[in-house]
């Protein structure tokens, strides 16, 4: 099994056809991907399925991709928050950034840009796990120095 097929990906965004066709990309490419149409919506899936990454689009009706932003922040400090807009300005951008998302994406997304950000979304990730590995390792071990 690739690496690719255990990895989940939400997609929130109140366009259809965008949404759609963002899951049929990922999964020919190997991922779980799960569908939201709006924020409130996304953070029940959020909830549910744990994604490692997740897509926001910035405006949506209900609750704002930047409200959902801080709720996944707030819930996880694993998932990679990936922020879509189609009429954000250097503002949004900067907000979202500060608020913790891990890429700022201006529409209309470049699917092959999208698929980068995501594997280095996921690189950031086995770094920090390997990290975490490697000190719980040192701890176990009590290794001490001579003097």
Do not use: C, W
Request: proline residues 3%; glycine residues 6%.
């Amino acid at each position: 099994m690739s690496e690719q097929a255990m990895t989940k990906i939400l997609v929130v965004d109140d366009e259809e056809i965008l949404r759609t066709r963002l899951k049929n990309l990922l999964d020919l490419d190997g991922f779980e991907t799960h569908l939201a149409k709006d924020g409130r919506e996304g953070l029940i899936v959020f909830d549910a399925v744990n994604p490692d990454v997740a897509i926001v689009d910035v405006r949506m009706p209900v609750m704002d991709g930047l409200e959902v932003l801080k709720e996944i922040r707030g819930r996880s400090t694993h998932a990679e928050v990936i922020v879509l807009t189609g009429h954000g300005g250097i503002e949004t951008a900067v907000q979202a950034m500060k608020d913790g998302a891990f890429v700022y994406i201006e529409k209309p997304v470049e699917y092959d840009q999208l698929l980068i950000e995501i594997q280095r979304a996921l690189a950031k990730q086995k770094i920090a796990a390997d990290q975490r590995r490697a000190a719980e390792s040192l701890r176990e071990s009590k290794i001490s120095y001579p003097d």
